[in-house]
């Protein structure tokens, strides 16, 4: 009796995901598709097209690993998150990992049972504001009011930079981005704030996208990446060198069209599995360098693809560049 | 052999059977939870997940939009605690009284004899009942913030208060000394008016001479402090909204969201309240109408001396559960804002600090507890209503 009711509590326990020991990597591959936690819409880094397909910077970090473990970058289930939902829905074993513009800070690492496997994305928090307003710095905003969406690190930034300032400030805050643009719209606020690459992408989405400015300058440091559970160093270790392997293929100049072609770098063939045996400590096909760069190409084309000059968002590459040029993207070495 | 009979006979005793099966079920019930509950922290334990009620006297970091006792961003998670809770109680009120009060009026109009009346309290009904309280909430934030104009081009009434979409802002009375003898007075003012009633009343029954206490009760209540406040000096000075750089300062407001959430909520609620106040009065047999108007009572003395008492009698249950609901209903506010327990307990600082657990288990306890409470109180009164026995 007791033996059942054990096991009858378990099992319904570990329905609701809450078992521990989990090998993701086994998961996925059982189930033949990777849940990826993205956003609710946010055009550049994770949206929906028109015909359903996700787009995004956040959302080509989904596909790399996809395309690392199952050989097929479209083998991906978009699970769109609020917020305050993405952490407990990552913690729950709902999704596999979250790729959702989600700050790297020291207490969501370590108090939130979570790892995050590296930075996709160098973001600053800063201010949207209507044109007509005058403003041009963030020290003129003394007394204004906030639209910003709850339960982010912006709402911690905020404060403390008001704080420190000795300025006062009133809020508003939404549960997700679109009801934040829409109390700028209408007025409720005076100034938006979020990431700066947030504020780029809701701008192409207002009625006038001319009568707002980005001012220049943050407020915050927001390191943007991928997350993982935590416990599980083989998943770890996949999403982290899936999202080097993007970056190390733009540092050694390789891209989806040219992949196919013939190398002489030896660490090009470290990463494109022509060589080597550096999946077999990842656990994964040969071919996985190979896959992401083929199906969802490098760092470099992913950024010009989904936020980059050609996009309406247009925004230049700056702290993301890559080291050798004088931004802050920096590969470990395929060795 | 006899022995074993008389427990076996012990045992298909039907009293101890059901009781040994009622103690089965509830040890299996307990261990049950117990074994799920275990499982959990040990489970959220190995995860590397923070656990216990530490975190509650860390500082919050952030800030809030509403807060009705002493509050900053370096405030303490347990005081982001109290200022949802705050919130949550004073919307909550201020819908329970509001959907009262057009519950009432609704549910009246609802039996009226004017055919357009009745249409109109049947029609607000249908409407508002219908359609899912979440809905209606966005709907009129996102009327306020459509309709209402920006802070530089406020609506004016006065001078002194200004309605535009940051809220409704009024001048905030400020007591100087001397206040308290306005208080006092007002008081002095009911505890007459109330006897002076009481004193017509006691004449109408002895006599049958009616008399309108109307002008008593306003020279006690409004005009004794009135006097009380002109001879001391105008003890009480105003602190008026002003409109400084991007917003209104001083003063004291409302928000939209507060507004809305209020609005929804009440109108919401009353649409109930109407139909359990309907259902009430139709359950006041026609005779006992029939028997007011044979002694000569007017149709207002029927309604509230005769119909009424008997209607809220059986009102009363079915209203007490559109209380609890307006109360829990109130947490949807999380949709628009309003800084009230679900939005900023449940929702930001759950968000800052990960312990969904700890914080759920909170937040479940004060609605179990506010819910309680009402209907403890609740049905008090009921029991106080109700028929005694004769």
């Known amino acids: 009796m007791n033996k059942l009711l054990q096991l009858s509590a378990a099992s319904l326990l570990a329905v609701t995901g809450l078992s521990a020991n989990a090998d993701t990597l086994s998961d996925v591959q059982a189930k033949g598709s990777l849940s990826c936690g993205v956003s609710t819409g946010l055009v550049g880094f994770s949206s929906a097209d028109s015909a359903g397909n996700w787009k995004g910077l956040d959302v080509d970090v989904c596909r790399a690993v996809a395309a690392a473990t199952l050989g097929d970058a479209n083998k991906v289930k978009f699970v769109p998150l609020t917020a305050k939902e993405r952490f407990t829905a990552l913690q729950s074993g709902e999704i596999d990992m979250l790729s959702r513009n989600t700050t790297w800070t020291l207490t969501r690492d370590a108090s939130l049972g979570l790892n995050f496997a590296g930075v996709n994305y160098y973001d600053g928090q800063g201010f949207m504001v209507k044109k007509s307003l005058g403003v041009t710095n963030a020290k003129d905003l003394d007394g204004a009011t906030f639209c910003l969406q709850a339960g982010t690190t912006t709402e911690l930034n905020l404060a403390d930079y008001f704080r420190s300032n000795g300025m006062s400030y009133n809020s508003s805050l939404s549960d997700t981005s679109a009801q934040s643009k829409n109390g700028f719209e209408t007025g409720r606020c005076d100034a938006l704030t979020s990431d700066q690459s947030q504020l780029y992408a809701l701008r192409t989405t207002l009625k006038d996208p001319s009568s707002a400015i980005v001012l220049d300058g943050v407020i915050s440091k927001e390191p943007l990446g991928p997350v993982v559970r935590q416990g599980d160093d083989k998943w770890f270790n996949i999403v982290k060198w899936s999202l080097n392997a993007m970056v190390t293929a733009e540092e050694l100049g390789v891209n989806s069209h040219n992949v196919h072609s013939k190398f002489k770098n030896p660490e090009v063939a470290r990463l494109l599995g022509q060589s080597g045996k550096l999946n077999d400590y990842l656990g994964l096909d040969k071919k996985w360098g190979f896959n992401i760069v083929s199906q969802v190409g490098n760092y470099g084309q992913s950024f010009e693809r989904n936020i980059g000059k050609s996009t309406p968002l247009n925004i230049s590459r700056g702290q993301n560049e890559l080291w050798s040029k004088g931004g802050l993207l920096y590969s470990p070495p395929f060795r | ?390």
Do not use: C
Request: proline share 3%.
């Open chain 2, 1 to 390: 052999m006899s022995k074993f009979k008389s427990i076996f006979s012990f045992l298909y005793n039907n009293e101890v059977r059901a009781f040994l099966f009622q103690l089965l079920t509830l040890l299996a019930i307990v261990y049950f939870f117990y074994a799920a509950v275990d499982n959990m922290f040990a489970n959220i334990e190995s995860r590397g997940i923070q656990t216990g009620f530490g975190f509650l006297e860390a500082e919050s970091g952030f800030d809030i939009a509403e807060y009705l006792i002493d509050y900053s961003s370096t405030s303490s998670n347990l005081t982001v605690f109290y200022v949802g809770l705050i919130n949550t109680i004073v919307v909550s009120v201020v819908g329970i009284v509001l959907a009262s009060v057009i519950g009432l009026i609704i549910g009246i109009a609802r039996l009226s004899n004017n055919w357009l009346i009745a249409k109109l309290a049947g029609g607000y009904i249908e409407l508002f009942r219908n359609i899912p309280i979440l809905l209606q909430i966005l709907f009129w934030y996102n009327i306020a913030l459509a309709s209402f104009p920006h802070p530089k081009r406020s609506f004016e009434f006065f001078d002194s208060i200004f309605v535009n979409l940051r809220g409704i802002y009024m001048p905030k009375p400020i007591a100087e000394e001397g206040f308290v003898w306005i208080v006092i007075a007002l008081i002095v003012g009911f505890v007459l008016k109330v006897l002076v009633k009481r004193h017509f009343n006691k004449k109408h029954d002895e006599t049958g001479v009616e008399t309108n206490t109307l002008a008593y009760s306003l020279a006690l209540i409004i005009g004794l402090p009135a006097v009380v406040y002109l001879a001391l000096g105008s003890p009480l000075h105003f602190d008026y909204p002003m409109l400084k750089g991007f917003n209104f300062k001083g003063g004291m407001s409302l928000s939209p969201e507060f507004l809305s959430l209020a609005f929804a909520l009440s109108i919401y609620t009353a649409t109930y309240i109407a139909e359990a106040i309907r259902s009430g009065i139709e359950s006041v047999t026609k005779g006992q109408k029939e028997a007011a108007a044979a002694m000569g009572l007017t149709q207002k003395q029927s309604l509230k001396l005769v119909v009424l008492p008997q209607a809220l009698r059986v009102a009363i249950p079915p209203i007490i559960n559109q209380y609890l609901n307006l109360t829990k209903n109130s947490s949807l506010a999380a949709a628009i804002g309003y800084s009230e327990l679900v939005s900023t307990f449940a929702g930001t600082v759950l968000n800052q600090v990960g312990q969904a657990v700890e914080i759920i288990l909170m937040t479940m306890a004060v609605y179990l507890t506010i819910s309680l409470v009402i209907s403890l109180i609740l049905n008090i009164v009921n029991h106080k209503m109700s028929i005694k026995g004769r």
